[in-house]
């Protein structure tokens, strides 16, 4: 509750703080991303891009650096080009409508399949529940929806996108033999809409949000090791510091909107046997079984110089409690360690160089896990980390190329099989999300919170691309994956 009259407060503050123009935000996977990114590695400067979406004005601030910064003409010209570009076309509200369709064939053979679980506990079928692997479901979430509508309001330094979808369900899209993202019935369309709204306020040097969408928060291009642009949405609160080569983010992200029958058995074993910090703690009720699971992320991001960016990030899972404000308090290490609910606190280490103009290289270390000298028993998770490192070159700086330029990057991700608590309940780095559908039923999938295939995994990337950034491009991508 605290936590929630906190971020109403800020709102009212920064409502009397100043006017900036086009604070709505970007979806993830615009373009201009890439069109940018490729601007900043040309002239040796790296973007910082490592927080996705970004409000329009901060991608429009950014390439006002790269302008003042350039001695190449062109290079000013396409800056400038995407800055109009992030204008909206009416001065207050401009509205959203967008359609697409797609085509495809689900055989015997090749269709994804429904998993169907117990709740994990024996003898308790889910007679209303079908759990599918979130794997199949990444394939389903990058079909389009049939039609996108809404609108884009900015006005005094605030911004308002809402984003409703007409979508078919699951059920249709995993169907034997459904040929296209229409619904075969009105009744089977996806009932989670909007997966995408949110209230956004922008003024140097204050950023705030408040809503529903993608996040993306890491170096990585295919998948980052912290929170991952694979999850169809977060719901979560926002509040940013930034100050030309200095940014301290807060994040407050909520969970699973229900919890497990085990999750649920793990909860009250935690009092029964006395790991609250009272021994009376369910006569006074004190004692922590909240159906809650939230996760506090502090991300800070230095860059000392154009070339170079260093970004720490540390994300804090708290289950079976409201979270408080020293969850996501960036100047204490350890948090709360009195067992007062479940708790994860992971340390993510990473750095972008762009050691010469057409190249960029980075690094992640995910720290999970400390091992202890007395961690002897097989309970134990000692040593659990994860590491990436990649790649991005363009040819432009190097040799001409006919109209366009190449470009190659290569990405690879190891994580160990004791990050992102595995075998625990509510200290896992995941989220359930239930897709309701009328005379269905529910379909339960557990997404992964960080590295998009969960731990326990070796994952190569590697792609070639040829063509013009934000007109056109041919591509070649090539993925290897396993333990």
Known sequence: MKTRFFFCYLFLFLALFGIAEEAWILKMGDTRYGEA?????????????????????????QLNVLIGKSKSGSARDKAKAIIDSLTLPFPFVSPILESAFHGGYNSETDRFHFIKTYDREEGSPVLDKEYLDFRAMYEVNNIPSILTFGL?????????????????????????????????????????????????????????????????????????????????????????????WFSLSAYLISLNPTITINESDYLEDMYENDTNPESNAIKNGKSYIERSKHLAVTDILISPLPWFLIRISQMNLVGGRDPDISDFNPLMVFHNLYKEGTYSVPLSVSATVAPYKGIKLYADYYFYDLELGDETGISSNPGGAAYQGGFTFLSTPFFKAGPGRFRLDGEISYVEPWVYGKFYSLRQFDSLIIYPESYVGRFWVEYPLGFYLGPDVVDLNLSLSYGIPGVWDVSLYWNMSGK
Request: net charge negative; hydrophobic share 40%.
């Open 37 to 61: 990114e490729e601007l900043f590695i040309n002239e040796g400067m790296v973007p910082v891009f490592d927080e996705k979406p970004l409000i329009a004005e901060d991608l429009i601030r």
């Open 152 to 244: 884009i309001a900015n006005y005094g330094g605030f911004a308002l996108l809402l984003q409703p979808e007409l979508r078919a369900g699951n059920s249709n899209l995993l169907e034997d033999y459904h040929l296209t993202n229409f619904p075969s019935e009105l009744v089977l369309i996806d009932n989670t809409f909007p997966r995408r709204g949110i209230v956004t306020y922008y003024k140097s040097p204050i950023e705030a949000r408040f809503g529903r969408g993608k996040l993306h928060v890491g170096p990585g291009k295919w998948s980052t090791l912290g929170l991952t642009q694979y999850m169809p949405y977060f719901d979560y609160a926002k509040a940013r510091f930034f100050h030309e």
